[in-house]
Structure formats: C-alpha cells, structure tokens
C-alpha cells in the first residue's frame, strides 16, 4: 500500500518555517505503522525539510493562470 499525502500549496514543509499542517504531518510520519509506505508532496524554497520522503513540486509563478492548478497538475 502507498500512500500520498498533498500538502497546500502555501504550506512549508520545513523545521524553520513549519506551519500546522507540516507539523501534525512530521508527527504523524514519527508514529505511524506506515510511515514507510508515506510520500509526502508539497512546495517549498526552504533546502532544509523534515522528511527524506518528501518530493518538492516547483511551480511558477504566472500572472495568467491559476497556481493551484498547476500545482495539482504536476502532482498528478
């Protein structure tokens, strides 16, 4: 079983900028039975993250179009 877990789109995944979500994510991946089998998606410019299992999506930023689009796109 795989499981993915798609971060928001303003949401760091990262210990100096973390916000709600990434820390309940970062707590939840330490204590669960399948933290082997979680990828976790999201963006972020910061280099420093907490989990080796997370894959950066790069968007960018265009004034024409819609950011969260692109995002869910790429994470397809």
């Known amino acids: 079983m795989k499981i993915s877990i798609l971060l928001p789109l303003k949401e760091n995944f990262s210990p100096s900028y973390a916000g709600a979500v990434s820390l309940f994510i970062n707590d939840t991946l330490k204590s669960s039975k399948f933290r082997n089998d979680i990828i976790v998606f999201g963006h972020t410019n910061y280099k420093k993250k907490f989990s080796?299992?997370?894959?950066?999506?790069?968007?960018?930023?265009?004034?024409?179009?819609?950011?969260?689009k692109e995002y869910l796109k790429k994470f397809i």
Not at 59 to 66: A, E, L, P, V
């Open 52 to 68: 080796q299992k997370y894959f950066n999506i790069d968007i960018k930023k265009n004034f024409f179009s819609s950011q969260n």
